[in-house]
Structure formats: C-alpha cells, structure tokens
C-alpha cells in the first residue's frame, strides 16, 4: 500500500467558503471538519446524516471527500436493486482494497473474500464478516487515515448495515471516519436501521431565506427574473437540490407545481427530463449502470455492449455529468439520478438490463449473475428459483447462512408451487432465527402457508422458540409442549426436539412442574428418535421428581451419546448434563465447542445460549474466563434479542463481580435481571442473581446476609441447579454466621449430590463442607480429604477458599507453620484471579500467623474495566494485539489503547510482566 500523501497546508477559511457550491450548511460542514479532526488526530467517529431528497446530504458527502484527499476514502451508495443481495455494499465499499484483504488474519481474510464472492468456499457469516471489516479497516488506518462514505443507506442490504454498524461500535481508537447518509420519507420519518441507531444523527433541514437567495443569485438566468425567484423558492421549500434543478423547469415552477406531488417526485421528475431527451443507447447505459451497485466499469460495459453501448455512450454521461469514472469504478453524480432512472424504467427495460448484468457476470461471479437473474425473473421462473434454491445450498455449505436466507426467500416468491413455496419459506425463517432475527423470522414464518404435518411442526416449533426469547416463556412453553404433541407420531424427531425446547423454557422460568411433564412426554417418542436433548430433558425430569441418584444415569448418558461428536447443537445438550452433574472439565470442553461451532456458522441465537453453558462452566475454575465468555453472551443475546440468555449472562457478570467483592457492579446486575424477572417470570437467572449476593455477602464479611439470601433462595427450590451449585456457600455462610443448624438441608444435598454424581469437586464441596460443621480430627480430615480431590480434579478458584478455610482452622488450632502453606496458596490464587476480598482477608490470617505479607502488581487489577481484564487475559497467554483484537471483534489499534491503560493501572511496563501475573485463567 502506498504511504499517506502529505497533509494540505492548514486552511483558516470557513467551511463555506472552502467548499465550492455549498450554501448555508456551516454548523453542518463545522462538524464534518471536526470530525476529520479527530481522525487525523487518531481517533474514530461516525456521523449519520438524515434528510428528504435532495437536501444536501450527498453535497456534504463530497465536501467530506474533498477535504480529506489526503485520506483513504471508500465510497460506496445503495442501490435499490440490489438491497436485498448480502454483502453488495460491502463490495462496493470495499472494491478499491480487494488486494489488501489478504493482510489481515488468515481466517478472516478467507471469510471476507468469500462474502464479497472473491472465493467459493469461505465461512462468510455475518459475525466473522463483521470482526473482518474491522480489522480491515484498522489494518488501512495503521498506513493513512480512512474515511468511509456510505450513501443512500436505506437502500443498502441488511448485511452490510450490519457489518458496518458492528465495526462503528468497535473502531474506538483507529484513524477510521463513517459518514453515512440517510433519505427520510416524505413524512419525514427516519427508517434507521437498529445496527446504526446509535450512531450521532445529523438531519438536514430546509435551507434559511438568505441560503435560498444565494442559490438563485448565483443562476445568471434568474437574477433579472424576481417573480420567477420567488417561484422556484416557493416549490423548492429550501431544497438546495431543488433550487438548482428547478430552474427552467416550468411545470415544477408554475403555480407552486402540481398539487399533491412531494418535491421529491418532482426532484426525481426532472432527472428523468435528463435522461429522456439521451439517445436510446445511453440511456440503456444509464440504466444498467443503476441496476448494478459495484459500479465496475468492466461489467458495466461488458453488459451494456450486449444491450448496443459502448464507451461512446458513457462519454456522452460524462460530459453531461451525470455519471463521473474513477479508474475501474462508474457512479452518478447524485444517488437521485440512479433511483429516478431505475424506478422510472419499464419492467421489460429493467429486466433486459438485469440479463445483460447476468450474463456479464456469468463467468466469474456465479453468485450476483445468479441474483441478476433473479431481479428479471418474472412470476413463476422455476428455472430460477431452482437456481437460487442451489445457491442458497451452497451458501449453507459455506456457512453463509445471511445469503442462504436471502436467496431461499426470492426462490419462494418465483415458484408456482405452493408446496415447495412454503418448505422454502419455512427454510428461510429458520436461519433468519438462528441469525438472530426473531421478527424476520416470525413475518416469514405467517406467509408460510403450510398444508402438510412436517412444516406444521416446524412453523410452530419456531413460533415457540421466539415465544421463549421474547420473555414469554411459559406461553412458549404450552405452543412448543401442544406442538410437540401432534407431531409425535409423524415426526418424532421434531417432537423430541420441541419437548426439549419446552424444558429449557420452563427451566427458565424455573417451573419445576412443566420440567417433570416435559419428561413425561418424551416417553411417547419413537426411542429411534431419542436425542441427547431428550436424554438431558429425561435426567433433569427424574432430578426434580425422583432426586440425582435416580437421575445421573440418565445425565451420564446424554453425555456419552455425545462423546465423539463435534455437532453444535448435541454438545450444548451433553454440555448442560455434565454441568448438573458437576463435571466442570467435561462442561467446559462440551461448551467450547458448542459455542465455536455456532460462531463459525454465524448463529447467534444458539451461541448465546452455547455462551450461557461456557460461562457457568468457568466460575469456579477461571472467573475472568467466565467473565469473557458472559460480555460476549450478553452482546450476542442482546444483538438477537434473547430476553432470558441476557438475564443469564447478567447473573454470571453479578457472579464474577461478587467473587471480586464489586458490590456496585454485582448489585447493579443483579438489579437489572431482578427487573426483568418481574416482568417475564424468569426464575432461573433470579436464583443466580440472588445467589451471587450471598456470595458477595459471603466475600466482604457479613455471613448473616449471606446466610439469610441463601437460605431464602434455598427454600424457594425455583431451581436445583442453582441451589446445588451455592449449597456449599450456604453451609459456610451458616458456620461462620453462628447457626450451624441452617445449614442440615443443604449438607443433606451435597451429600446426594456427591454420590449419585460421581463427581470429584461435588465430593470435594461435601467433605469441605463436612469439615466446617465439624471439630477437631473430623474437621481436620475433611479438610484434607476435600484438598487431595482439588489438587487433582477441583476448579482453582473452589481450591483456594478450601485452603483458606483449612489455613483458618489450622491457625485456630495454634498451628502456624502449617496455617501459612495453606493461607499462602489461598492468598495467590485469589490475587491471580482479582478476588480481592478473599486475598485480603487470607492475607490477613497469614499476618495473624506472624507472617508479612507483600503485596503484588495482581491486586492492582480491581480498578480494570471487564473489557480491560479480557485484553488483559488474552495478552497474557502470549496473543499479538491483532490475535487478540480477532478474538475480540476489536481492532488491534483498540487492544493495544486498552493494554496502555493496563499498564498505567497495574504499575507494569510490558507485555512480559503481564504474563508473569498468570492471567491466563
């Protein structure tokens, strides 16, 4: 790539001035400055301007253009065309630094050549898409300062708003600028896209009398005609397009215009007076040029010689400005001229236009030759949509599930036969489910029109699913069970799959009675059908009605159906099992591949709940690991509007912020999924929440709290997970709180737990528990026995507040030396993991021993943000800043802003010293 050019000299002009033919838009052009500012200083912005037609948002697009020539600006306008074709206007925008792709990490390299159909077999999803766009542009900017300007967004395909509203969210520290620019209705309502919603919005108003006047004395054939001034102003209403174009338009002009007709028809109305006085060859030109949004000229002209064009034609364009040529790129001088010709055109001139694209294109782009095709086809084209039925298999394949969607969509609407209609269109909602798009997915799903029992099932297994991350989980619930009921006999393999949905939902809700009949239906099912779904909905059935010694059978075997399996979907079901069973190790590895395989396909929906599992897996053993995994949960859920997994993934944040003894953070999250709760009964993520009060009662030294909201929590049984996972805090909250009796029930629960479970840290938890309830011998063999089960199989984080309460027992015994390997092993681990409290409190007990104790860099962590302590963490492992921003979605620019911050907190100089903290956990 070539260096930046050398800056301009400074310019002290006003804006207004320093930008030919730009009136009365100082505020505006004064923030566009600014914003070129902060880039060249280093720092990302975004702008979104908004307006009717012909206001001046292209105008203040070029003035953006002009004044940063000596920046990298990528361009690109959306083209009715081709809004409903993923990734065009990332093709566009991106075309000019085809080459410099392959700069970028190897994998998102692959992933972003093969959306923008540079390779046939990449993993093009929408999350790997994105985190590609913003290492490329970090990338650019690392060489000159990039500025993108993306207009017409309302036309720009949905893919490509969201990769490019995802890279705004994250390019904080690169010298990256995105201009986008928005044409409002007439109503002058702004349709803006939920990816761009928090962008800084900027709409364009009518320009001020003295604007108008400016505009019209600047037209040497109105400065003698007043009465005609002032009817071109009265129309134009301060549109400075309008201003302009109007003039000598008589029928715009004439008694105010025709009534009823917006100006933007009339704006749109006079470009097309333009294009009809061209001979029939150039407006052919005119049109395939609208019609195809790359603007590459080859293509362009590669289809307008089959229409009869030649680059004579464009020439005539030129001159009469309605289109400019940069090197190997067409685009009109104002996006208004494209839509009024393309618009305006007869179908069977669009549909000649679209073929000639299709046929330019044939021979290296099979995918957007295949959606030109489709853009002609006229209703029912069975060869067609055959062809995009092909294309979307093969997206699928790639994991494209954005193109799949889009192009299973078209396919419906071009065959006749309603059958295949509504497979497709059934096809279609389920990925845009998975993609996370609940409403798309649900208008899909209503004009399905469904006659057979087999896509019955599947319509109303999806109508729960949405049911349930909307909040609304027992309705989902009773839709997904009544369901389930019907398709037993025709389709078991569904039924299985819905039942086990149910019971996910009422787990949610924490309704242990629709859990237990959620069993019961399953032994209905064909055991042909049965999948580890069933299996796990089985064991968590005989958990809450028969107790864990009848049900770790049944969990054991979900998992070990699953145990040679690398399917997404069966390793979050075996995931789960193991964690109701208390094999973190085998929780963890089933959650790490669950969630890998859902982010390399682009599913958010299912990664989120991947998520859920990862992060519950972690707490005990690598709480900043838990941390990591539950901000991604929380963003992905929240991205795909998952009521009950952001609820969730706040109850693992509340979780590790206790465990720190952040009581601010840990209240406020716990706050916000208590608050949702009330609204949609979701009893599951309450129980966490409360649980993670007591723990962080429990950490900063008030056991009685402790003991009363665990207490509370466990005689409310909403949730057995929950009340297994916390009994051990409970028993150590009642010890240490002086009522030793409170704690009976819970013990009684560990000690099923731990025997029916087989799980190692579950006897672990037993025995530590055992000992702080007893005296003595007793205690002391507790002790000991709970630490030979750590040391080899137990969480680090559960190894230490077992060392600690050892070292304490062993101090009040008057046994110092013995104390202080306990307490000193409690006290690092604690500062390794940022559990402040915990530290403090075993260093404490060290200095009662006679011990100094000196402090470390590790406690200083407590003033990191959550993101700060993931960079950190990944740093620490040995990752580059670009590996760690590819981990993350960031920029390498972002990652190593934030490891300056780290350093300056932690009082460390390197990334070597950042290693030496043993972040890795």
Not at 125 to 136: E, F, M, P
Not at 190 to 196: D, E, I, M, Q, R
Not at 772 to 792: I, K, N, P, S
Request: with cysteine; glycine share 6%.
């Amino acid at each position: 790539m070539q260096q930046p050019a050398a800056a301009s000299e400074r310019d002290d002009r006003a804006p207004e001035d320093r930008a030919s033919k730009v009136y009365g838009r100082r505020p505006e052009l004064n923030r566009i400055d600014h914003l070129l500012r902060r880039v060249r200083g280093g720092r990302f912005d975004a702008l979104l301007l908004s307006g009717e037609a012909g206001i001046g948002k292209s105008t203040l697009l070029n003035y953006a253009a002009e004044q940063a020539a000596d920046m990298l600006v990528l361009r690109v306008s959306g083209v009715d065309a081709e809004s409903q074709l993923p990734f065009a206007g990332l093709h566009g925008l991106l075309h000019p630094v085809f080459d410099e792709i392959d700069r970028i990490p190897e994998s998102q390299a692959t992933a972003l050549r093969g959306a923008l159909g540079l390779s046939p077999t990449a993993h093009d999803n929408q999350l790997s898409i994105s985190g590609s766009t913003v290492s490329l542009l970090s990338m650019l900017a690392e060489h000159r300062p990039v500025v993108c300007l993306v207009d017409d967004v309302q036309w720009l395909d949905a893919a490509s708003i969201n990769a490019l509203g995802f890279a705004q969210r994250r390019l904080g520290e690169d010298r990256v600028a995105m201009l986008f620019a928005l044409r409002t209705t007439d109503g002058g309502a702004v349709p803006c896209p939920s990816a761009l919603s928090t962008l800084e919005a900027l709409p364009l108003k009518a320009l001020d009398q003295g604007a108008v006047d400016a505009i019209l004395n600047d037209r040497p054939e109105l400065r003698a005609d007043e009465q005609l001034q002032r009817a071109i102003a009265t129309v134009a209403a301060g549109n400075p397009l309008a201003l302009v174009e109007l003039t000598g338009d008589d029928s715009s002009t004439g008694a105010g215009g025709t009534p009823g007709i917006s100006l933007g028809l009339r704006l749109e109305r006079v470009c097309l007076r333009r294009a009809e006085a061209l001979a029939p060859s150039v407006r052919r030109l005119l049109l395939v040029t609208a019609a195809e949004d790359s603007g590459e000229l080859g293509v362009i002209l590669e289809a307008a010689r089959q229409l009869g064009a030649s680059l004579h034609e464009l020439a005539q364009l030129e001159r009469l400005a309605l289109v400019q040529v940069v090197k190997d790129r067409v685009r009109f001088v104002h996006p208004l001229i494209g839509s009024a010709v393309y618009q305006a055109a007869a179908f069977h001139e669009r549909q000649e236009a679209h073929v000639a694209l299709a046929s330019a294109l044939a021979d290296h782009d099979q995918s957007r030759s295949t959606w030109h095709r489709a853009a002609a086809a006229v209703y029912p084209a069975e060869g067609v949509s055959e062809a995009l039925e092909t294309l979307a298999r093969s997206a699928r394949r790639r994991a494209a599930l954005t193109t799949a969607a889009a192009a299973l969509e078209r396919a419906a609407t071009l065959t006749a036969d309603w059958s295949r209609r509504g497979r497709l269109l059934v096809e279609a909602a389920e990925l845009r489910w998975e993609l996370g798009s609940a409403p798309d997915a649900e208008h899909l799903a209503e004009k399905a029109a469904v006659a057979d029992h087999e896509l019955e099932a599947r319509v109303a297994h999806l109508r729960g699913r949405i049911l349930v991350a909307r909040g609304a989980v027992l309705d989902g619930y009773e839709l997904l069970t009544s369901a389930a009921t019907r398709a037993t006999e025709h389709d078991p393999s569904r039924a299985a799959w819905m039942i086990a949905d149910a019971a996910r939902a009422a787990s949610y809700g924490g309704d242990i009675g629709r859990q237990v009949a959620a069993g019961r239906l399953t032994d209905a099912i064909d055991a042909a059908s049965i999948l580890p779904a069933v299996m796990l909905t089985n064991g968590v059935a005989t958990l809450l009605s028969s107790g864990i010694d009848a049900a770790a059978p049944l969990l054991r075997s979900t998992m070990d159906a699953v145990a040679e399996d690398d399917d997404p979907a069966r390793c979050l079901w075996a995931g789960t099992a193991a964690a109701y069973l208390g094999d973190l190790q085998q929780a963890r590895s089933f959650g790490v591949i669950a969630a890998s395989g859902f982010r390399a396909t682009g599913a958010l929906t299912s990664l989120a709940q991947a998520l859920e599992l990862l992060s519950v897996a972690e707490l005990a053993d690598a709480p900043l690991k838990a941390e990591t995994a539950a901000l991604e949960g929380l963003q992905v859920a929240t991205d795909s509007k998952q009521v009950p997994s952001i609820a969730v993934h706040l109850s693992t944040l509340a979780t590790v912020s206790a465990l720190r003894g952040n009581e601010e953070h840990t209240v406020d999250c716990a706050a916000q999924v208590f608050e949702m709760s009330a609204r949609h009964g979701l009893a599951y993520p309450e129980a966490r929440a409360m649980a993670a009060l007591g723990l962080l009662d429990l950490a900063l030294g008030r056991p009685q709290r402790a003991l009363d909201r665990l207490d509370q929590l466990d005689r409310s049984a909403r949730h057995i997970g929950v009340s297994l996972a916390f009994a051990a805090d409970l028993v150590e909250a009642a010890v240490r709180a002086g009522q030793p009796e409170r704690a009976r029930a819970a013990l009684t629960r560990l000690e099923e737990w731990s025997c029916s479970s087989r799980s190692p840290w579950a006897h672990a938890l037993l025995e530590r528990s055992r000992a702080l309830l007893g005296v003595g011998a007793v205690a002391e063999d507790g002790f000991v026995r709970a630490l030979e089960l750590e040391m080899t199989h137990g969480p680090a984080v559960s190894r230490a507040r077992t060392q600690l309460l050892f070292g304490e027992f062993l101090r009040r015994e008057r046994r110092q030396t013995e104390a202080r390997q306990h307490l000193r092993a409690a006290a690092e681990t604690f500062r390794v993991f940022d559990a402040g409290p915990w530290a403090r409190r075993a260093e404490a007990e060290l200095r009662a021993t006679g011990e100094s104790v000196r402090r470390r860099h590790v406690a200083e962590l407590s003033h990191l943000t959550p993101q700060e302590r993931q960079i950190a963490r990944l740093v620490a492992t040995g990752m580059s800043s670009k590996e760690a921003a590819a981990q993350l979605f960031l920029s390498p620019r972002t990652v190593d802003y934030h490891l300056r911050k780290i350093f300056a907190k932690t009082g460390i100089a390197s990334r070597t010293q950042l290693r030496d903290l043993d972040l890795a956990g």
